[in-house]
């Protein structure tokens, strides 16, 4: 089964997605991780983010694992580093290469084939595996997101302007929905799940609930073939451009 969850930055997708998988025994994909490694790849390199062909042979060459909670570019542990600002900031040029998003569109469903898998990013429920046999869209308020922005740096003793993180997170969320490409959208099969008066207890809850729901339903897509979009296109990933 593949459990698809999609939201805007910030609504706190990656860790209760990580926490689903850990509790359904599936597989767990962070598919922003693996633009995040283009990205830093990119950096690393000093290649010119507006060269879209420079930034796609990158892309290409990026052979991304995921092993247990770590993520490795190229063989490289690149955990901490794609955290980095200097990735986040730069993401959208790479995010928003049509060429980029169909290598890693390939990567994320080869990757799933045979799997029991959550998936999470912007663009699984609608382009990656339209399919899919449970979809979830995690939302919570601009505000609300920037108030638990502002609560993490407190925590941590840094400074937090909250009308400034909330500009940023509109900004963010503006880009993230207008890309023409594998925009932020809710898939029309989606369940919503608003997280706001929510504890991340509660929403792993719900979220497990959801799942159990969707595996009582005999579904009616054969198991071996959940991408009926164009996986008969598709061959083994090309060398340099895999996802494992
Ligand atoms: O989820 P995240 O913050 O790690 O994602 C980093 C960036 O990658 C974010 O700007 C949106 C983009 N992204 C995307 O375009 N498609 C995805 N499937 C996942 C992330």
Redesign the pocket.
Known sequence: MIVTIDGP?GAG??SVARKLADSLGFAFL???????CVTLQCLERGVDLNDAGRVVEIARQCEIEFRDKGVFANGVDVTDAIRDVAV?SS??LI?DNTEV?EL?VKAQQMWAIGKDAVT?????GTV?FPAAECKIFLTASAEERAARRCRQLHAMNKEADYEAILAAQRE?DH??TS?PV?GLVAATDATHVNTDCLSEEQVLDRLIAIVRSKQEVPNSVERSNPYPNDLSKQGEPEVGNGVA
């Open positions: 930055a997708k990656s962070d598919t922003g991780a693996m633009y995040r986040s993401i959208k995010a998003r890693m999470e990013g912007r663009d699984q990656v963010r880009h993230d890309r594998g």
